[in-house]
């Protein structure tokens, strides 16, 4: 929902800011107030083509920031994918437009291109009117709509549909499988004899996951061994002097101290002997190893063996395992094809069946309730001034299966007698169109999940009666939703929730528009204005207070 609408040097506004509610929000005033400029600065906040005429003279800038307190599933996954945070759950949408014809945008204070806010403006506001485009203008919508509107009046439609809709992702899956044999077999005579010789080589080798790691490490000691033994064999020659070592020439001097009279040296010759033991161990423990070159060489050869077919295949070693787990499966896919084709085939055969079956049952469904939406449709339009216009459901078969059925659905109207149907974006007039998408909105019931609906023009053309028909209509359509609605319709604005009224002041050499909020007398008042002008008369303030529905 559209919470307010910060507005800086947007043609004659200098500085706004409206807040706005759930319900009918009407926007009225005298005619040149600046009733327009509130859409284009609007506009211009959800992604609108700018126009430096938008800013105000003798101005270099001007900005626009809208506030939405809430928004739909398509909304926010649109906002996840570009990194966008709502975890406040606000969304600020603003815009600023220079001189030199830049604009730049930002949401939640990201930067953000013109094509980002127009796609994020789009799922939180449509507006209807005669220059612009909304959802129900496109054909591509109407089965959504159909769907949303049958389903909610009928327990067996949404059923059926449920059953197609998993009937078909049951075929797609089934078909894609087939198509990928298919592909598969179709290169089989020239894959197979690749397949046979890589899964040869793959299990003759047969690596395992971080054995190259393993056989590295192995390696690496191996060779460290090797490059050592030459200098332990140094070492061990040094230990040696005119062959005896340096253990027995140390014990040779402990004997000769055991000669001296009552052993005055013995704490001596026993530090002797520990010295020549440890250097004995020490010689013993530096004695080189043998190592194993055939090892050295199996292990490099293997290594060689699996890196060439990690380089040969483009992906690391331990992924070796499973690429020949993968080439068996094709193979395998490949020798057993005919088996694989016949049970695919017959596969999608049965889903292909199934999902006719509930699409059949569909498509009979919606012919009926086609029926039902046209005749409440027409119900509708004599009240709103379209008694010559009709309208129709137009149903045809697809080409192929879809995941909405076996038909295409498109709205279609035709505004005289005699004239052929045509599509809702033909129509010429802008209060026509805007009526005739009350009209749809209030039949299929569907505010469009926190989508702000804004509707100018609604009332050209029409008064009395038909007027208090459309403010009926829109107090019935608000009262699920949020709508916004420039009027000059009295009838209208008598069912406003909130009621804003624009002016315009000139001091000196300046011209400023301002929206002020108005209750009670004020509203009254503006009522009584555009029933009876620039003079107001107590007949027109007392027909005023019986058109405000909640006075």
């Not at 200098?231 to 140390?250: F, H, P, S, V, W």
Request: glycine letters at 4%; proline letters at 2%; aromatic letters at 6%.
């Amino acid at each position: 929902m559209l919470v307010s609408l910060d507005v800086f040097n947007i043609v004659l506004i200098e500085k706004l800011n409206i807040q706005f509610s759930t319900g009918l929000n009407v926007i009225t005033g005298e005619t040149g107030a600046g009733k327009s400029i509130l859409l284009d600065a609007l506009g211009l906040a959800i992604g609108a083509r700018s126009d430096i005429s938008l800013i105000r003279s003798g101005c270099d800038k001007a900005s626009v920031a809208a506030t939405f307190n809430s928004f739909n599933k398509e909304c926010k996954q649109l906002l996840e994918e570009n990194d966008i945070d709502t975890s406040d759950g606000n969304l600020i949408l603003r815009r600023t437009l220079q001189t030199d014809g830049k604009s730049k945008a930002w949401i939640n204070d990201t930067p953000v291109s013109i094509k980002v806010l127009k796609e994020v403006g789009t799922k939180l506001v449509e507006v209807h009117s005669q220059f612009e485009t909304n959802s129900l203008l496109d054909d591509i919508t109407h089965i959504q709509y159909f769907d949303n509107y049958a389903s909610k009046i009928s327990t067996e439609y949404a059923t059926i549909l449920h059953n197609v809709r998993n009937a078909y992702s049951n075929y797609s899956e089934v078909h894609k499988k087939l198509i990928d044999l298919q592909n598969v077999l179709e290169k089989s005579e020239l894959e197979k004899e690749f397949l046979e010789h890589s899964v040869t080589e793959l299990r003759k080798i047969n690596p395992q996951i971080g054995e190259e790691d393993i056989l590295n490490d192995r390696r690496t000691l191996l060779m460290n061994i090797e490059k050592n033994s030459a200098i332990l064999k140094d070492a061990q020659e040094a230990l040696n002097i005119n062959g005896k070592t340096i253990d027995e020439y140390i014990c040779s001097v402990a004997h000769i101290l055991e000669r001296t009279k009552e052993n005055v040296y013995e704490n001596q010759i026993s530090k002797l002997y520990d010295v020549a033991d440890t250097i004995s161990n020490i010689a013993q423990s530096i004695i080189p190893e043998q190592t194993d070159i055939n090892e050295l060489d199996s292990i490099e050869e293997r290594l060689f063996a699996i890196r060439g077919l990690a380089r040969k295949y483009r992906i690391a070693s331990d992924e070796l395992p499973n690429k020949l787990k993968q080439m068996e499966e094709q193979l395998s896919i490949i020798n057993n094809s005919d088996t694989e084709l016949k049970k695919y085939t017959k596969q999608e055969s049965e889903a292909l069946l199934t999902y006719k079956q509930y699409a059949t049952q569909l498509s009979n469904l919606r012919q009926i309730i086609a029926s039902k939406l046209r005749e409440n449709i027409l119900k509708e339009l004599p009240d709103l001034k379209l008694e010559t216009a009709d309208f129709q459901v137009q149903l045809s078969s697809t080409e192929k299966p879809t995941y909405c059925g076996q038909d295409n659905i498109c709205f279609l109207i035709r505004t005289n007698p005699g004239s052929p149907f045509a599509q809702l974006s033909k129509i010429a007039s802008g209060g026509e169109l805007a009526r005739l998408m009350l009209a749809l909105r209030v039949v299929l019931n569907d505010t469009n999940d926190n989508i702000s609906l804004v509707f100018d023009e609604i009332d050209t053309g029409i008064s009395g009666a038909t007027a208090s028909a459309v403010g009926q209509r829109l107090n019935k359509l608000a009262s699920e939703g949020q709508i916004l609605v420039i009027t000059h319709s009295a009838q209208v604005a008598g069912f406003a929730d909130k009621h804003f009224k624009i002016s315009k002041h000139t001091d000196k050499d300046s011209t400023i528009t301002n929206v002020q909020e108005i209750t009670e007398e004020d509203r009254i008042n503006e009522i009584a204005r555009i029933i009876s002008g620039a003079t107001i008369t107590p007949e027109s303030i007392a027909s005023a207070k019986t058109l405000i529905k909640n006075i």
